[in-house]
């Protein structure tokens, strides 16, 4: 069983990641080219969100297991 700390701290970075995901579709709608998303590759920073989901539910599957 999982401890109550490392529950928590699996819970936060699932907050982070859900910020972090309403981040880049607010920057990923903003005018192109625009100051606020210099560079920004929409489809990179959702895929690596992705990456950071999956690995979370692989740390949540592992506590639990």
Known sequence: MASNRMMQAIG???RAVSRLEQDVEGLASARPGS???PGLDPAAARAALR???ELIADVK?????
């Open 61 to 65: 599957g592992q506590a639990h297991g």
């Open 51 to 53: 990456s950071l989901d």
């Open 12 to 14: 936060a970075l699932e």
């Open 35 to 37: 100051a606020t998303n």
